[in-house]
């Protein structure tokens, strides 16, 4: 059972225009006047933050600048993911306009691993490039950076994660250690974004033209699982409209191949759009999805775009039969108290992280799961709320040859004869943390009664998309409601119904809990239900419904 948690409210002001349940959630979240709603409820792209506001973007662009003019090659590197294939593509396409030699290397995930490195310093000699530009990593490459000082290489590092130790760069763009900058939460290529806007302010181009590129910014913010606050709302914002609309040819066809047809949303990209570029990185080459994007040729794209398709079906097949052995495994030793640590021959390390996810999702509990070869062990980690997956690798540092990662994921690497050890010390470390953050939560904005739900409030929790970490779908809370009418099963094992409560009657579905409807007596069961509020798909004219994610039946008499 899930733990609800309601948030207490806050006192914000009055707006006249504005419901008053919309203003409540926006005060729980941290938006206390008038003035910081409107400006969430109506995002601008004049609240993009003045990206001279990095210490470093002065010069790093006047060395850009000065690589442009003597036509020196530059040379982007990229890691392998979406984030930093979608910031390479971006900064080739830009430094193209500006009349630049761009150059891109992006890393094999199993032959190289992640990180800026020697080899792509390499290549930059090779290409004749005496000025590097890392994206969505570099800030941790401090091997890689002492190489290129040594071979009198200058880099610029983009970006976005954290670091414990200054790099030895030529510059340094990067919002979780740059004090001067106000929003910490930008993608690796929203930090591109931000040198690309610096490089247009400088050569007085016209801003407009750097916009064209929001709709690779917000895959990248999306599908990397940042928060869609601050800057990035504006960011995902006007990157959704212009992704509905994209000039890419290669997105144009991607978006064809993987036949969505309807507006795209936050949910396309996390779950459709940025897996099929991810894919390629994970279990090919990441090489195929920056030349999706930067590709002219409708041949090419269309082609591209097909190959994409079928290898993110592979990654998801890969995918399913190792979370059907991890399943197997769990249901036959038990679900585990605090922690599920699994390691086996042959599972897929680009696909491991994804699966680790998944059981975190299934069964609440931190998943740490290791890809095992003759000798060694490489592993990924995902966690649940007040959960500190880092913590939990530092803790078990003494048997790591290497680890890296955050609050909710990681990365590791270990000798095969220590997994037994490490289970251990993963086990001890979660024991430190209270049995409760072990129980699924479901946290609620407010308690609303059923007449507050009309079409005014549709349009405003509209207004609250992209929604996503950060800035979730609105949830709310309504208790003693009555069930009336018919429920029925619709759709493969969806529950359709109808409550009421103080003669205000709602439309609901609660999908996956058709078996429900047995326990259900109309007119009789009274539910407390938890829900978001959405645009009825079926009605003829637009109109709410409540889709359930939780419900309580009451015993007869509370």
């Known amino acids: 059972m899930k733990r609800w948690i309601v948030k207490n409210p806050k006192e914000g002001p009055e707006i006249d225009r504005i419901p008053g349940p919309i203003v409540q959630i926006l005060s729980n979240r941290g938006y206390q006047t008038e003035a910081e709603i409107t400006r969430f409820l109506y995002p601008s792209l004049t609240q993009l933050n003045d990206p001279f506001l990095f210490q470093d973007m002065e010069k790093a662009i006047d060395r850009i600048q000065m690589a442009i003019r003597n036509r020196e090659p530059i040379l982007i590197f990229g890691d392998y993911d979406v984030d930093g294939v979608t910031g390479t593509a971006l900064l080739t396409k830009i430094l193209s306009q500006l009349g630049g030699k761009p150059v891109y290397y992006l890393p094999h995930r199993i032959r190289e691993g992640y990180g800026f490195s020697r080899l792509g310093v390499d290549y930059a000699l090779s290409c004749g490039a005496r000025l590097i530009v890392t994206v969505d990593c570099g800030i941790t490459g401090h091997d890689a950076l002492r190489y290129a000082q040594h071979q009198k290489i200058d880099v610029i590092v983009c970006d976005h994660h954290t670091a414990t130790v200054s790099p030895t760069a030529f510059a340094v763009l990067d919002p979780k250690v740059d004090p001067g900058y106000p929003y910490p939460e930008l993608s690796g290529c929203g930090v591109a974004f931000k040198l690309a806007q610096g490089l247009y302010i400088k050569e007085k181009r016209p801003i407009e033209e750097l916009y064209q590129y929001l709709d690779l910014v917000a895959i990248a913010t999306i599908a990397d699982v940042c928060p869609l606050n601050g800057e990035n709302r504006v960011i995902t914002h006007f990157?959704?409209?212009?992704?509905?609309?994209?000039?890419?040819?290669?997105?144009?066809?991607?978006?064809?191949?993987?036949?969505?047809?309807?507006?795209?949303?936050?949910?396309?990209?996390?779950?459709?759009?940025?897996?099929?570029?991810?894919?390629?990185?994970?279990?090919?080459?990441?090489?195929?999805?920056?030349?999706?994007?930067?590709?002219?040729?409708?041949?090419?794209?269309?082609?591209?775009?097909?190959?994409?398709?079928?290898?993110?079906?592979?990654?998801?097949?890969?995918?399913?039969?190792?979370?059907?052995?991890?399943?197997?495994?769990?249901?036959?030793?038990?679900?585990?108290?605090?922690?599920?640590?699994?390691?086996?021959?042959?599972?897929?390390?680009?696909?491991?992280?994804?699966?680790?996810?998944?059981?975190?999702?299934?069964?609440?509990?931190?998943?740490?799961?290791?890809?095992?070869?003759?000798?060694?062990?490489?592993?990924?980690?995902?966690?649940?709320?007040?959960?500190?997956?880092?913590?939990?690798?530092?803790?078990?540092?003494?048997?790591?040859?290497?680890?890296?990662?955050?609050?909710?994921?990681?990365?590791?690497?270990?000798?095969?004869?220590?997994?037994?050890?490490?289970?251990?010390?993963?086990?001890?470390?979660?024991?430190?943390?209270?049995?409760?953050?072990?129980?699924?939560?479901?946290?609620?904005?407010?308690?609303?009664?059923?007449?507050?739900?009309?079409?005014?409030?549709?349009?405003?929790?509209?207004?609250?998309?992209?929604?996503?970490?950060?800035?979730?779908?609105?949830?709310?809370?309504?208790?003693?409601?009555?069930?009336?009418?018919?429920?029925?099963?619709?759709?493969?094992?969806?529950?359709?119904?109808?409550?009421?409560?103080?003669?205000?009657?709602?439309q609901a579905i609660y999908f996956g809990h058709g078996a429900l409807i047995e326990r259900l007596e109309v007119g009789r069961s009274q539910l407390d239900i938890v829900y978001t509020v959405v645009a009825d798909p079926v009605a003829a004219r637009k109109r709410p419904i409540l889709k359930i994610k939780d419900l309580r039946i009451r015993d007869v008499g509370e």
Not at 299 to 316: F, V
Not at 374 to 384: H, M, Q, T, V
Not at 447 to 466: A, K, M, V
């Open 239 to 506: 990157g959704l409209e212009l992704l509905n609309r994209t000039r890419n040819l290669g997105l144009k066809k991607l978006i064809e191949v993987a036949n969505l047809q309807k507006e795209i949303t936050s949910y396309h990209v996390g779950f459709i759009i940025g897996p099929r570029i991810n894919a390629a990185g994970r279990i090919a080459e990441a090489k195929k999805g920056i030349k999706l994007l930067l590709t002219d040729d409708e041949k090419e794209a269309e082609l591209l775009a097909s190959e994409l398709n079928r290898i993110n079906q592979d990654r998801k097949d890969i995918e399913d039969q190792i979370l059907n052995e991890a399943k197997m495994v769990i249901e036959a030793e038990g679900i585990p108290d605090r922690v599920i640590v699994l390691a086996r021959d042959g599972w897929h390390e680009g696909v491991i992280g994804i699966v680790a996810s998944r059981l975190t999702d299934e069964y609440y509990r931190p998943a740490f799961l290791i890809s095992l070869t003759e000798e060694r062990g490489k592993g990924s980690a995902r966690g649940i709320a007040g959960f500190d997956v880092f913590g939990a690798l530092t803790a078990a540092a003494p048997v790591l040859d290497e680890f890296g990662g955050h609050r909710e994921a990681g990365g590791f690497s270990l000798k095969r004869e220590k997994i037994c050890r490490l289970k251990e010390l993963l086990e001890d470390y979660a024991r430190s943390f209270p049995a409760e953050i072990f129980q699924p939560r479901l946290f609620i904005d407010t308690e609303i009664e059923l007449g507050e739900i009309n079409s005014s409030l549709l349009d405003y929790l509209e207004r609250f998309e992209p929604t996503g970490t950060g800035n979730p779908s609105p949830t709310f809370l309504t208790r003693a409601v009555t069930l009336v009418g018919y429920p029925r099963v619709v759709g493969s094992d969806h529950l359709r119904f109808a409550v009421i409560k103080n003669n205000h009657h709602q």
